[in-house]
């Protein structure tokens, strides 16, 4: 088998039909697994509770459009080859432009769980105003867009060993440049400091 090619750290998935593929959890999933070290389908199988058919059938979906390749073959006992898979980046963002629209509200449901887990530490520091829904949805398709930005400077980073410590600053850069943003700046800023400066 040949050798492949070293991964790269960050891509930015433009494909609408790949785009597709990765809105849905299980494939989802299977890359962030992947991500930590190659997998076989039976040991992803086991890790996710599901059939070694419904495993194949997402890895061959993913395989097609290359965003998990190959990357050795083992040989059983019984002479069964076993496929080791890895995927092609360390971190995958998706194009809010391309975004089909039958699948953006995955994405943006994604984005408001990653918020509202950054959020209750916001809170527990007092680092943060009062959200409301609507602040947040409207907030999820904002750093969508500014997760694009921040993952086109890192296209030529070497991929990290842990592949989460990337996907950690790349989401830490992107808040970052929210909260220089007007309309979000006052979100971001500390309740008691806000309190201070307006007398209360």
Not at 64 to 69: A, C, F, M, R, Y
Not at 92 to 107: L, M, Q, S, W
Not at 164 to 172: G, M, N
Request: hydrophobic share 40%; charged share 30%.
């Amino acid at each position: 088998m040949k050798a492949t090619k070293p991964k790269n750290a960050v891509c930015i998935v433009k494909n609408q039909e790949t785009i597709r593929l990765l809105a849905d959890f299980t494939r989802a999933e299977l890359i962030r697994l992947l991500s930590k070290h190659p997998m076989t389908e039976k040991q992803l199988s086991d890790e996710l509770g599901i059939t070694k058919a419904a495993v194949g059938y997402h890895l061959h979906l993913l395989l097609n459009v290359g965003l998990i390749e190959i990357t050795k073959l083992e040989a059983e006992k019984h002479g069964i080859i076993q496929k080791y898979y890895a995927p092609t980046a360390s971190l995958f963002i998706v194009d809010i432009d391309n975004i089909p629209k039958d699948v953006k509200r995955f994405f943006i449901h994604t984005q408001i769980e990653h918020l509202r887990g950054m959020f209750i530490v916001f809170r527990l520091h007092r680092h943060i105003s009062e959200v409301s829904s609507e602040k947040l949805e409207k907030l999820a398709t904002v750093l969508l867009t500014q997760l694009k930005e921040i993952a086109q400077k890192h296209l030529n980073d070497d991929s990290p060993k842990d592949p989460e410590s990337l996907r950690v600053k790349i989401y830490s850069e992107a808040v970052a440049k929210l909260t220089e943003q007007k309309e979000w700046r006052n979100l971001f800023r500390n309740k008691n400091n806000h309190k201070e400066q307006h007398g209360a």
